[in-house]
């Protein structure tokens, strides 16, 4: 990755912020993409004094509808050829399917699923027309199956997982990689934006810097998808084993005890 021009969304907090760190540490520099400015600014000047890359970073909100291709502009107004892109801005909601409104599940399906489809549209031509690169598009361990009381955040990373793993088999032999990161529990802000009246237990969370390293292993040994978290073979083994009715019991049974702020 040493010299490469990496794009990360999302990289104000989190795994984006680890991700951002991983790949200066590696040699790549860095665009950096979210909505506060000042956690961006902050960030950059520390990278910058980490690590001998070049690090840029734009405030933008994507999930404002043609923020992709704004941002796609923005890029080249500064004269940036981004090589490996990163998608990992998105959000979720915890609690009762009409616990929120619309507006919000707009939002939702604005930044998890239209802004990274085009973005990685807009993207992928010169990466394909350079035959390098690729695109990181940060799923969730919930994509693996149907989550009640998560049920619009859980549908949108399924379209992420679903969505990546077509693109990497139409780009085998271009020299283009598409890898879907699919993390379990991370200890991040997420839980608190889902639902801040959630309690979880973080004990059995993985660090957004452990992610950002499997989900940038997962990418150069070009696999079409990776996942993370200490119960990651439980959740890959029950999507497995169970029927689809099995499965929606059991996740309905866990997710309604987690909003219920229950004992799990």
């Excluded at 919930?142 to 679903?162: F, Q, T």
């Excluded at 099995?246 to 987690?258: D, E, P, Y």
Aim: charge should be neutral; hydrophobic fraction near 40%; proline fraction near 2%.
């Amino acid at each position: 990755m040493k010299s490469k021009t990496v794009l990360v969304t999302g990289a104000s907090s989190g795994i984006g912020e680890a991700f951002a760190y991983e790949c200066a540490k590696r040699g790549a520099n860095l665009i950096l993409v979210a909505r506060s400015e000042d956690s961006l600014s902050n960030i950059a000047t520390k990278i910058n004094e980490l690590y001998p890359v070049d690090t840029n970073f734009i405030p933008m909100d994507l999930s404002v509808e043609g923020s992709a291709q704004k941002l796609f502009d923005k890029t080249k107004e500064m004269g940036i050829e981004v090589e490996i892109l990163i998608n990992n801005a998105g959000f979720g909601k915890w609690g009762s399917f009409e616990s929120f409104t619309l507006e919000t599940y707009r939002d939702m399906l604005q930044l998890n699923i239209n802004t990274l489809t085009e973005l990685c549209y807009l993207f992928l031509p010169e990466m394909r027309l350079k035959k390098t690169g690729g695109i990181i598009n940060v799923a969730s361990g919930a994509a693996l199956m149907p989550v009640p009381y998560a049920g619009v955040y859980s549908a949108s990373k399924s379209y992420v997982l679903n969505f990546s793993e077509a693109l990497h088999n139409e780009l085998q032999g271009t020299g283009v990689t598409v890898t879907c990161l699919c993390p379990g529990g991370t200890k991040t802000n997420f839980a608190e934006v889902a639902n801040n009246q959630v309690k979880v237990d973080e004990s059995i969370y993985e660090t957004a810097e452990y992610v950002a390293q499997v989900g940038l292993e997962g990418f150069l040994s070009q696999k079409s998808y990776v996942l993370s978290g200490k119960q990651k073979w439980a959740l890959v083994l029950l999507s497995r084993l169970l029927s689809r009715a099995q499965l929606l019991r059991l996740s309905g049974k866990v997710f309604k005890r987690i909003v219920s702020n229950e004992k799990t």
